[in-house]
């Protein structure tokens, strides 16, 4: 690519990603920590408001726990499945820990404890009354004489598992079973390599369908509310907790919920420039509307759930849109394209490495006709350069006459200042996409590419790639930049991009520095190429 290609499209990926990076996360992390105050408050008398109680006609009765006098102390169990090791909680039945068998081991995805994932009715202290290899059972008393059961089931190829509460009224009389919910965070563990970023991804979302749209749409939580949010008017599909690898998610079968809860909660803290900081973890809750419950009914309520990583077609082979989690960007499209070109050519390559490297060829190959384009208007512009200078300084106070006369130098000598700007403006959103593409790729995590780099979805532990990028972009800039740059103060400043550019890099992906470093070489081994042509040569190919 020519200079004004490479500068631009350097200046605009800088802007997007440092944007991204610098701008839109730390403004919206700002927002969410001066809410967080006053969401605490409205969410903790929104608690007291929805505990679980029993009421038989108009007389209330207790839990089990003020009736005997003591509170039970907590007990664990464990349940180990083919996909994960899972300790739960005699407290409200949830799941303390679950730690997801990865390729590259254990990953505890339930990192911070406050009443666990699948919580229901914290208040009682159930036991376990059977059990087989994937499959366990809790009894709780809701008070004497009304049962409740908590069956999870898992799935042993991680597809989608179920959990059923069965509540069974053993009295001789109707009771009134207060709004209850089924709790999922605080927040969502993840793999090693994405720890630091993590905080900033957890999300708790919830799909709803769109009218007049085929797909529904996934909707963050905290950006509708930040107390209970009523979605009467809105028949949502399933909710749960989520991150860049990662997904746990409800979907109710048998019965409807029409609000969720949501609050943040402090899970630790952080070391940054400016000392420490609270990280906050989501928590949401699904609520479960008042029940009247007739003597000696059982009343159950059936739920599928899904608890492990956000592998994009296996989400898309599965019911209920759970693939609407996996966020490709602005450029999403784009960005589903990426990923399938990248699984056809793992298919063929067997390695995904390889694979990038061969989308970033293609790509170039692609480009190449707008490519040398761009190239001749560049070579056009270097040799008008003395015509335009004069042209400048003899109509410098004529701002009308000098625009006539710079654009019949142009039209004469073919030449286009913009020239570099239609390669750029269609390799940008390919860029973007890919970006995106390969940053939520869960085929990259623990794929190995060759030499040190054993995890494509993890940064160069040596940084090896980024500095090499670094340099290429650095001697190609050396090779491209006219002898003339160093009074341009535009020039002076595009001089330090490579820099930029190559500690932006070092945290990335390796998956993505792969495919930059290609592209760079690519474009570093044509201007080589190119440069070793004669005028006429470069004109005429």
């Known amino acids: 690519m020519e200079k004004n290609f490479t500068l631009a499209i350097a200046l605009m990926v800088l802007i997007y990603i440092g944007w991204f990076k610098f701008i839109a996360e730390p403004k919206k992390e700002a927002l969410e920590n001066q809410k967080a105050q006053v969401e605490e408050t409205l969410v903790k008398e929104q608690k007291a408001t929805t505990q679980v109680t029993t009421v038989a006609q108009t007389k209330e009765v207790n839990l089990v726990e003020k009736v005997t ?5 907590e007990a664990l169990y464990e349940l180990d499945t083919k996909t994960a090791k899972i300790t739960f909680s005699s407290k409200g039945a949830s799941i303390k820990t679950f730690e997801f068998k990865d390729i590259l081991g254990s990953v505890n995805l339930t990192p911070n404890f406050t009443e ?6 914290p208040e009682i202290n159930f036991k376990e009354i059977d059990r087989d290899e994937n499959s366990i059972t809790f009894k ?15 799935n042993n190829n991680g597809n989608l598992n179920t959990l059923d509460v069965l509540i069974k009224n053993n009295l001789a009389e109707d009771i009134s079973l207060k709004e209850w919910y089924i709790a999922f965070g605080p927040g969502l563990g993840t793999v090693a390599s994405e720890q630091k970023e993590n905080a900033k991804y957890q999300k708790a979302v919830f799909t709803v369908e769109v009218p007049g749209k085929k797909n529904p749409a996934l909707k963050n939580l905290r950006k509708e509310k930040t107390d209970v949010f009523a979605i009467s008017s809105e028949k949502w599909l ?3 907790m ?5 997904l746990s998610a409800l979907i109710p079968q048998n019965w409807e919920s029409d609000a969720l809860g949501y609050e943040t909660v402090i899970a630790g803290q952080s070391k940054g420039f400016f000392g420490k900081k609270d990280i906050k973890a989501p928590v949401m809750r699904i609520m479960i509307p008042k029940q009247i419950i007739k003597a000696g009914e059982r009343k159950v309520f059936n739920s599928k759930f899904y608890f492990g990583p956000k592998d994009y077609d296996k989400l898309l082979a599965l019911p209920y849109r759970l693939d609407k989690s996996v966020e490709f960007g602005f450029f999403g499209q784009f960005g589903k394209w990426a990923k399938a070109s990248l699984n056809w050519l793992y298919g063929i390559t067997g390695n995904y490495g390889y694979s990038i490297i061969i989308i970033a060829f293609l790509l170039q190959l692609l480009m190449l006709p707008l490519t040398l384009k761009s190239i001749r208007s560049s070579e056009a512009m270097k040799k008008i350069q003395p015509e335009l200078k004069e042209i400048q300084r003899r109509y410098k106070d004529e701002p009308q006459r000098l625009n006539k006369e710079m654009f019949a130098l142009y039209k004469k000598h073919g030449a286009n200042p913009m020239g570099g700007c239609l390669p750029l403006l269609i390799q940008l959103p390919v860029f ?3 970006f995106n ?5 869960w085929e990259l995590h623990g794929a190995p590419w060759a030499l040190w780099i054993h995890d494509l979805s993890a940064k160069d532990p040596y940084y090896v790639l980024p500095i090499l990028m670094g340099a290429i972009m650095f001697f190609q800039m050396q090779l491209t930049m006219p002898q003339s740059a160093g009074n341009d103060p535009m020039q002076k400043s595009m001089k330090w991009m490579p820099i930029i550019f190559t500690f932006l890099f070092l945290s990335f992906p390796a998956g993505l520095v792969l495919y930059w470093l290609t592209n760079s070489a690519l474009n570093f081994g044509l201007h080589l190429f190119l440069k070793r042509k004669k005028p006429a040569q470069v004109a005429a190919i």
């Open 432 to 434: 973007i996409a890919l």
């Open 242 to 246: 989520s991150n860049r690898y990662f």
């Open 437 to 441: 593409a390969l940053r939520t790729s």
């Open 140 to 154: 709780g008393n809701i008070t004497r004489n009304v049962d409740v059961l908590k069956i999870y089931k898992f």
């Open 116 to 121: 666990g994932f699948f919580a229901s009715m």
């Open 238 to 240: 399933w909710a749960g």
């Open 69 to 73: 006098g003591k509170i039970e102390e």
